[in-house]
């Protein structure tokens, strides 16, 4: 069964159903060409260069490594270059700094042909499995299919290398964003996990039960180089406007998935007496001022003797600017809402980062918080204040923390702020519209 597409270069090459056979023989298979003598010189001095960065700027580089073990590991990828394609260097050099261990430090590109080409599947990783929650039209057969093993490999095995290869100082933070890794097949074959950089093998379970194997094809590049992305996005299933077949069917989004309301929006909740806030960035727009926005819909909520609940949602926040919540916090803190446990609850997420933990911090210690969802993915006490230094030859810009953030006590080191009301989001949930945090806050005994 062949698929193609050429505005979007969208190829299924095969879909073989008895699992365990290769859909694809081994020569059919093209792999990236290796370095230049010229480009294995030109690495060799981004790395020297890499190694001067880090020790210069991170605010304290070897907290999560030994400087031993990172040089080690430096010394060992340039001695390999020589063996190496692209992709390769990228997934490794992707792997080196992930040894730093804080959000803040890692890899992006300043020259876009660089980029990691994608399949046109939006991947949803869950509790209950990994599944396709969105797909290009012309893959639609593969939404809500559950994925098995990528390129031979156990899906969980994938997701484990996928992590290591991430920067984060918790399993919760380099889980946030395995989406996109996982739809680069240059990026899995770079690291081991495929056998080929120009299209994915993947073991499926179609939605109707039936055990499928397809190996699909890239979406190609845009004019400036850079690859298309489609419909992979950061928050869950298909990103607005991409035409993608989502599983989820619905007409309108859960309130916490609506992306045309702006970065912050809010909403009434009779049934939970509580008035909602999605917070999606700790930062103004152009045309209100956060602390405004808050401030505005607090004193309304809280001048309404039916509401008796404040629900904060940071599920979706990656983070701002910490100058602005000290002024927040005299908001929330100062309302009814704080006065006592039960008023206040906020909900989170792998995607609650940076600014957003450390706000996180202050509603918890400050604002007799019950957190809501799942771990967050930044300790509470981090690196931050990321700031991003170019290497002289390849367009890869490394991005290294230069501060020490600590709000609470120096003897803190959880890995995360983890929930009090734990709310996993399942497939199932995600498929049916079903919102778990504000489920759990429904099933609450308000008698306590």
């Known amino acids: 069964m062949i698929f193609s597409d050429l505005r979007t270069r969208l190829l299924l090459v095969g879909v073989v159903v008895a699992l365990g056979r290769s859909p694809l023989p081994a020569q059919s298979i093209r792999l990236p060409a290796r370095l230049s003598i010229k480009e294995v010189t030109r690495w060799r001095q981004d790395l020297a260069a890499l190694d001067t960065i880090v020790s210069r700027y991170h605010r304290e580089p070897w907290h999560a490594v030994s400087t031993k073990e990172f040089h080690a590991r430096l010394d060992k990828l340039s001695g390999e270059l020589p063996e190496l394609a692209l992709p390769q260097v990228l997934a490794r050099l992707a792997l080196l700094v992930a040894t730093i261990g804080d959000g803040h430090t890692g890899l992006s590109f300043t020259d876009p042909r660089l980029e990691m080409e994608s399949v046109p599947l939006r991947f949803g990783v869950h509790p209950d499995g990994v599944f396709i929650q969105a797909a290009a039209p012309q893959a639609q057969r593969l939404v809500r299919a559950e994925v098995r093993s990528v390129g031979g490999h156990p899906v969980a095995d994938v997701l484990d ?12 933070a380099r889980g946030a964003f395995l989406q996109f890794k996982l739809a680069r097949p240059a990026f899995l074959w770079g690291i081991g996990m495929a056998r080929r950089a ?16 397809v190996v699909i094809g890239t979406m190609g590049r845009r004019p400036d180089g850079g690859a298309v992305t489609g419909g992979i996005g950061y928050t869950p299933g298909a990103s607005e406007g991409s035409g993608w077949i989502d599983a989820q069917p619905l ?19 009779p049934d939970l007496a ?30 309404q003797p039916a509401v008796e609940r404040l629900v904060i949602d940071l599920r979706l926040n990656g983070g701002g600017d910490n100058t602005l919540l000290p002024p927040l916090m005299r908001v929330i803190a100062g309302s009814r809402f704080a ?5 206040l609850y906020v909900l989170t997420s792998s995607l609650t980062q940076s600014a957003a933990q450390n706000f996180v911090n202050l ?31 390849h367009g890869v810009s490394l991005g290294l923390s230069t501060q020490w953030w ?23 949930d995600y498929r049916s519209g079903r919102d778990p945090a504000l489920a759990a806050i429904r099933a609450r005994d308000w008698s306590v």
């Open 161 to 172: 290398a996928i992590r290591t290869a991430s920067s984060g100082a918790s399993q919760s």
């Open 198 to 213: 120009d299209s994915l093998e993947l073991a499926l379970r179609l939605d109707n039960g039936v055990d499928t194997m």
């Open 251 to 269: 007409r309108e989004k859960p309130l916490w998935l609506r992306t045309t309301d702006g970065p912050f929006w809010s909403a009434n909740l």
């Open 274 to 303: 509580a008035v909602y806030l999605g917070l999606r960035q700790i930062g103004d727009t152009k045309t209100e001022r956060l602390e405004a926005f808050v401030r505005r819909i607090v004193s309304a909520a809280a001048a």
């Open 339 to 343: 006065a006592a446990r039960g008023g």
């Open 363 to 393: 509603l918890e210690r400050y604002g007799n918080a019950i957190i809501v969802g799942d771990p967050t993915g930044e300790r509470p006490n981090h690196y931050g204040e990321g700031v991003r230094f170019g290497l002289p030859h």
């Open 406 to 428: 600590q709000d609470l006590d120096p003897r803190d080191e959880r890995d995360a702020t983890d929930p009090e009301v734990a709310a996993p989001l399942l497939y199932s």
